[in-house]
């Protein structure tokens, strides 16, 4: 039951240009997003966030949209650097006003930037 | 900057042992989560803790397995009698007190190797 999808387990782009991450997702009751980047050997690292009340957010090189109609959110990254080379997590959680926040996570798409 | 840790980063165990991992979490966080990702896969939930006590455990979080908070920094995970299959890496994760709108931080993990 993949509630959190990333159809796309890599990408490869040139440095200085665009990166774009797509995810996508079921669950309607999710209704917080987050990006994480992983490099091998180690922990999920935070990156950006969304709230379902906004539509886009931005913070620095990285900006994260999101389509609720469409149940689709996407990453960019501009410009893209080969620093930014490693997996990229989508997550998503409920608001559920209890004490759970777990998060869903997608598969995860590697992205290779190429000096 | 405030950080999760986790020890040990490798743990290799017989197949039937117990093992204990253990995590510091950020220091004024309240909520506590295990995750894990078996090589290849995606990041799965397996329990959350608030309040010392399990808010939500998955189908994965059976009878082997355990969480405790025995003093005011670790929060460990407990598998009594390893499995093969629960070769995998383990992350702790904490939120603060406002999980609705902060995101949950990831230690480094602790790779489990059961033979």
């Known amino acids: 039951d993949q509630q959190v999808k990333q159809n796309s387990p890599s990408l490869s782009v040139q440095e200085g240009r665009i990166s774009i991450l797509n995810c996508d997702y079921t669950n309607s009751m999710f209704d917080y997003f987050l990006w994480y980047k992983k490099y091998p050997a180690e922990g999920p690292t935070f990156l950006i966030s969304i709230s379902s009340i906004k539509d886009k957010n931005e913070d620095g090189r990285f900006t994260v949209f999101l389509n609720k109609s469409a149940k689709h959110l996407s990453l960019h990254i501009v410009p893209s650097q080969p620093g930014d080379s490693a997996v990229y997590f989508c997550?998503?959680?409920?608001?559920?006003?209890?004490?759970?926040?777990?998060?869903?996570f997608g598969k995860g798409t590697l992205l290779t930037v190429n000096p | 900057e405030p950080e999760v840790t986790q020890t040990p980063s490798h743990q290799v165990t017989q197949m039937g042992q117990e093992v204990i991992l253990r995590c510091v979490p950020i220091?004024?966080?309240?909520?506590f989560y295990w995750y894990r990702q078996i090589l290849g896969q995606k990041v799965e939930f397996l329990v959350s803790f608030y309040n010392n006590e399990i808010s939500e455990k998955s189908e994965i979080f059976d009878d082997q397995f355990s969480v405790e908070r025995p003093d005011g920094s670790n929060f460990t995970l407990k598998i009594r009698s390893t499995k093969l299959e629960d070769s995998a890496m383990y992350f702790c994760?904490?939120?603060?007190?406002?999980?609705?709108?902060?995101?949950?931080?990831f230690g480094p993990g602790t790779r489990l190797t059961v033979l």
């Open positions: 994760a904490s939120n603060p007190d406002r999980p609705s709108t902060d995101t949950q931080y």
């Open positions: 997550a998503a959680r409920p608001n559920s006003g209890g004490s759970n926040y777990k998060l869903t």
């Open positions: 220091s004024n966080h309240l909520y």
